[in-house]
């Protein structure tokens, strides 16, 4: 698929050396600036909810359009070398973080199977080719599935969110994920639902520690 040359954020000219983002926008783009801290807000957020070694995101969602403009191209335009390359921005940072020097093993936040043929792709998929490349790190792509869509999780005590959880999601092959540390991939994180119901499926596996990461954050 071909894109004109305009960048998607300003609707600016771009040379042929920027990738579909201004260089301008990509500066201005407001970054999360907490990715050294093991207690940022964003980790916070799952406190007493589900046991994550570190958290980290790229960007702040509230209040940019142009984070917001890259979000819908990725996910609902069809534009998946803007994906790839959004991984590389996010993987750059998390290599610059002390924080996720022993992950082993990378895995994508799942969609369900229907949802992902009516889009062609899972946007989490295309984050983790770049993040993978820049990381030279092994992706486990379908080692977690989503069964069925999950009812909102809002107004549920932590117990019937884990039980709901479990009729979401399920591990398909325990034995690669034992004793590995996983860090697993969103696009965005608001209320933090899903990635706690992956996160109470997840830890059941023996010797699993877990880091998330996303390309943006709704805090």
Known sequence: MLFPNLCICCDGYIS?????????????LPKYEENE??????ARKF??????????AQYKLTGSSAVKSII????????????????EVLGAT????????????LLPVPLHPKKERLRGYNQCDL?????????????????????KHNSTQTKKNRYERYINSKEVFCI??????????????????TTGATIEACASVLLD????KLSVATLATGI
């Not at 998946?80 to 390359?85: C, E, H, M, V």
């Not at 998390?94 to 093993?105: A, E, P």
């Open 16 to 28: 042929h050396q920027e990738n579909q983002v201004c260089d301008l926008c990509m500066y201005t």
């Open 37 to 42: 801290f093991k207690d940022n807000s964003l």
């Open 47 to 56: 406190w007493g909810r589900v046991r994550l070694e570190n958290v980290a």
């Open 72 to 87: 819908h191209q990725i996910k609902y335009r069809g534009n998946t070398d803007l994906g790839i390359a959004m991984g």
């Open 94 to 105: 998390l290599m610059k973080s002390t924080l996720f020097t022993d992950v082993n093993l």
């Open 127 to 147: 984050l983790l080719t770049g993040l993978g490349a820049v990381m030279n790190l092994p992706i486990a792509k379908n080692k977690l599935i989503r069964k």
């Open 172 to 189: 398909t092959d325990i034995e690669a994920l034992q004793n590995k540390h996983v860090l697993i991939v969103d696009d965005v994180i």
């Open 205 to 208: 596996v023996d010797g699993l």
